[in-house]
């Protein structure tokens, strides 16, 4: 793309892309950063917290993405229509990037605040067989899967709508081909 061919389509495409693509890399640093936190924190319960703090800037951002992106891909539709499947691939992933912040922000992890305030102590320090930390394992495994679901989703919707549909020509046969007389 040169510069004197910038068209709204392509203006709408690359804006989209670019906040899928800073989407999908704040993602992919959470679920990489997170451990880290927790390890080089003066304790995992502190570290706990700075991860909690990050999760729900992620999943606001991600509301925010994924209103975004309902109405870029909406409007890159009008300007440069979009097959039929990609559109509707591209709204479903959106959706699911969608329902699976909510999920993440609403259900998963007040769950966790809420178990880890009735809590007689802090996590690490329960025994492995202790009921609580049994359900802290349970809920924050359903967190990282619906992490993984968001990434995934993310990362196909960037592929999806960075590929743009070829365009063919359609030629009609308005008569006989020259050369060869028609018999």
């Known amino acids: 793309m040169s510069l004197e061919r910038v068209t709204r389509a392509s203006a ?9 693509g800073a989407l999908t890399g704040a993602f992919l ?8 936190v927790l390890r080089e924190s ?10 909690r703090a990050l999760l729900d800037v992620l999943d606001l951002s991600t509301y925010a993405v ?10 890159l539709d009008r300007v440069e229509p979009m097959p039929k499947l ?24 007040p769950q966790m605040m ?5 809590l007689p102590s802090i996590i690490d320090l329960l025994p492995a067989a202790d009921p609580g930390r049994k359900e802290w394992g349970r809920l924050h495994a359903f967190s990282s899967a619906v992490l993984l679901v968001r990434i995934l989703a993310s990362a196909a919707l960037f592929l999806l709508l960075s590929r743009k549909a070829r365009r063919t020509i359609a030629v009609s046969g308005s008569g006989p081909a020259t050369g060869a007389p028609a018999a």
């Open 66 to 75: 994924a209103a975004l992106g309902f109405l870029l891909v909406l409007l």
């Open 12 to 20: 709408l495409r690359s804006a989209l892309l670019l906040s899928l």
């Open 114 to 118: 809420s178990l880890r305030e009735r």
């Open 42 to 51: 003066p304790s995992r319960h502190a570290g706990g917290a700075v991860n």
């Open 86 to 109: 990609q559109k509707g691939l591209a709204l479903r992933l959106l959706a699911i990037v969608a329902a699976a912040a909510f999920a993440s922000h609403e259900v998963i992890t």
């Open 29 to 36: 640093f959470f679920a990489g950063a997170a451990g880290v």
